[in-house]
């Protein structure tokens, strides 16, 4: 007999299903008519699937694991009964636990796969790669007895024989630049902080600015340590970039809530058919930023924990909330782990802000058109004209101070920036699209580092930058790429062009931080928020 591949149990998986029901029917009709002691024969409490897939076993044609139709079952039933009640493969699973857990397991590097070789970009401080002597712009040409160089390898595969259990060993061959011959390296593993603070500066003499990518169990301490360092230079006002920020951790997002409320303050709560009405509420333990004005920055795809941040904020009169509608993702959903290591994260509640509204979008009719809405927000013009947002006038909530506020579908905005599409021409739409202004900082830091390093400030960088003619060089690059930027491309997109790849360069010479500080630079939404602080508006609309 023949084992069935993967093709072939997908197609039959839908005929599963849907004959769970049927065979069902169909048995008890057939032992109803033809035994009168058909009872004995089905039993009333064995359920339908499980009986289809025990026939299928032995009597189908050829044989099929059971295990493969369960894992490919499970996922489709899920799916029927929410957007995100999901499945997760034991690896998925591994994989999603050490990016919300705050860390993992390996040897402290960020790497980029450049011209078929691991580019050592930057070495985590104080990780075994630093302890062990690699520094950014070696590449790593074996890794053990294996040579990755050359070789077509992707990173997912590279990521697999990096990473491995802490104080384990692996040992690297490197070619370093200036050097004749592969130098050796043994790193002993270990556990790595993940970041999810991705930035921390001062936008403005007493405005903070942190940019938040998601919510894991160490993104309040990390939030708190960049806030120490911050205030020690005087402050009163924080902005929290929460744009693009998928969600993560309740509790990591109300912790720092948390930091900007007296104690007993709703913050957000959750209900369900077989939950109760559960509240979360502030506890005063925390007092970074009670004093301070904050302002919170969303856009399309701000999801989940960051969409009760900023109802929080905004239900309580507490700030601004600036940018574009939110995803609209308010589901509760509690894990099961099997002890193959696979997860059912399964819908049990809904989440409602302080004012009583739930920012779930609707998804009644089915994922396809679920996972579309954004894109048809943009079609509708929703991302240029606040006008062109559809609001559901029978779903108003007030808040606080009793302004109004629309539940289901995204947090709205208390001030709407539309998406910039000002500098758009066709040359910048190829570069962006090919990564080209990415490639070329990799090679402009790899034939320039020495000279780079000694760089310790966003604007000694700036200056060097123009003072070398980088974006000429860019252009020159361009050409020799057989693309070609008119005097009408660098009048509308020359300065986004100048912007992103002086971003990408600092990324990699000074990290994160003085990427979005160079960014933001050209940022309207960022603009918005200068505007406010420069005209002396209080944050808190009465």
Do not use: W
């Amino acid at each position: 007999m023949s084992n069935f591949n993967n093709s072939k149990i997908s197609s039959l998986l839908p005929l599963i299903i849907a004959a769970s029901i049927l065979f069902g029917i169909f048995v008890a009709d057939f032992f109803s008519a033809n035994n009168k002691n058909s009872s004995l024969l089905v039993p009333k409490r064995i359920d339908k699937l499980s009986l289809l897939l025990d026939f299928i076993a032995s009597e189908y044609v050829d044989s099929i694991s059971n295990n493969e139709l369960i894992e490919l079952a499970i996922p489709k039933i899920l799916e029927s009964l929410d957007p995100h009640s999901i499945y997760i493969t034991a690896e998925d699973a591994k994989s999603m636990q050490e990016e919300l857990s705050g860390d993992f397991e390996g040897i402290g590097i960020q790497f980029n796969m450049f011209k078929d070789t691991l580019l050592v970009v930057n070495v985590i401080k104080n990780g075994p790669s630093e302890k062990a002597g690699l520094k950014a712009g070696d590449k790593i040409i074996f890794v053990d007895s294996t040579k990755i160089a050359g070789v077509g390898i992707k990173n997912e595969e590279v990521i697999k024989m990096l990473k491995g259990p802490a104080k384990t060993n692996v040992d690297l061959k490197i070619l370093r630049k200036n050097s004749k011959r592969l130098l050796n390296f043994s790193i002993i593993r270990d556990k790595i902080p993940l970041y999810s603070v991705d930035a921390a500066y001062k936008l403005a003499p007493k405005t903070a600015y942190l940019k938040i990518a998601y919510f894991a169990a160490n993104t309040h301490s990390q939030f708190v340590d960049a806030m120490f360092t911050l205030q020690k230079t005087g402050l009163d006002t924080i902005v929290l970039d929460l744009r693009d920020n998928s969600g993560g951790y309740l509790t990591a997002a109300t912790d720092i809530l948390d930091e900007f409320f007296p104690k007993d303050i709703d913050l957000v709560y959750t209900e369900g058919r077989a939950r109760q009405k559960q509240f979360v509420k502030s506890t005063s333990k925390r007092n970074y930023c009670q004093n301070m004005e904050i302002i919170v920055l969303i856009n399309e795809f701000s999801a989940s924990a960051s969409e009760i941040v900023a109802g929080a904020i905004q239900d309580n009169d507490r700030g601004f909330i600036i940018g574009r509608r939110s995803y609209g993702k308010g589901l509760v959903q509690e894990a099961t782990t099997f002890n193959d290591g696979s997860v059912i994260r399964l819908t049990t509640a809904r989440y409602f802000t302080p004012s009583g509204r739930c920012i779930q979008k609707p998804y009644e009719h089915g994922a396809d058109e679920y996972n579309l809405e954004v894109y048809n927000r943009f079609l509708n013009g929703e991302f240029l004209d606040k006008d062109s947002i559809k609001l559901n006038d029978s779903l108003i909530f007030y808040t606080k101070n009793k302004r109004p506020v629309f539940g289901s579908g995204g947090i709205m905005p208390d001030i709407f920036v539309p998406i910039d599409t000002s500098g758009y021409t066709d040359a910048y739409g190829k570069i962006s699209r090919n990564n080209l202004d990415y490639i070329f900082s990799i090679e402009y830091v790899e034939e320039n580092r020495s000279r780079l390093e000694k760089i310790k400030s966003t604007n000694e960088l700036l200056r060097f930058l123009k003072k070398d003619a980088v974006l000429q060089k860019f252009y020159n690059y361009l050409s020799e790429n057989n693309i070609t930027v008119s005097q009408r491309d660098i009048r509308i997109s020359g300065k986004y062009i100048e912007n992103n790849l002086y971003a990408y360069i600092a990324r990699q010479i000074l990290g994160d931080s003085s990427f979005y500080e160079i960014s933001n630079t050209i940022d309207p939404v960022i603009d918005t928020v200068m505007n406010v602080i420069r005209n002396n508006r209080k944050l808190i609309e009465k």
